[in-house]
């Protein structure tokens, strides 16, 4: 039997998907406020209510060597060593996805994630969208929403900023 004045909203949609969700929303906003590094991956699909997949990193940024600047694409470099800590295993590449700023403020963002470096880190960092401003050691989440592609490297720098141009046009015209 239905309660009569449930103490929740009669809005609230019970469904144990949601119900799960809801309780990833509230994890995922306790590990911001106490500033936890974090990455939850999310893969499901129960059509047509319901359709989500998500991998989402936070973390503190960092300086870079200032390469993306240098060629019209800033980036947000996040520290890397949480992530090796807890042996995540994200595919390498470029992902289309959002950047959250500690105001609560989202972007589109590019995202790149890998290769290794010397001391088998890989590469954190975002192009966010039409942000201008320094983000240096404020913490910063990331959530990458579709694989644009693998990572790979390019034969010169024109090339690059050719590829970069077409994946920012590219998560400009997503929508997710």
Known sequence: MAHPNPPW????????????FIAYCLLFEIATLLSIPFLLTIDKSHK????????????????GEA??????FPTANIDRRQYAREKHSVKFGVYAGYAILPSGKKYKAGIVIGPLDSKQLPKLEAHIINFKGILYDKKLTLILKTFLR????????MALKKQITKDVARIKKLTF
Not at 9 to 20: C, D, S
Not at 48 to 63: E, H, Q, T
Not at 67 to 72: K, L, P, W
């Open 9 to 20: 909203p009669r809005a609230v949609n019970t469904h144990p998907h949601m119900l799960a």
């Open 48 to 63: 047509p209510l319901y359709s989500y997949s998500m991998i989402l990193l936070a973390g503190k940024v960092i300086r």
């Open 67 to 72: 390469y993306g600047r240098n060629i019209g």
């Open 150 to 157: 693998p990572f790979k490297r390019f034969p010169s720098e």
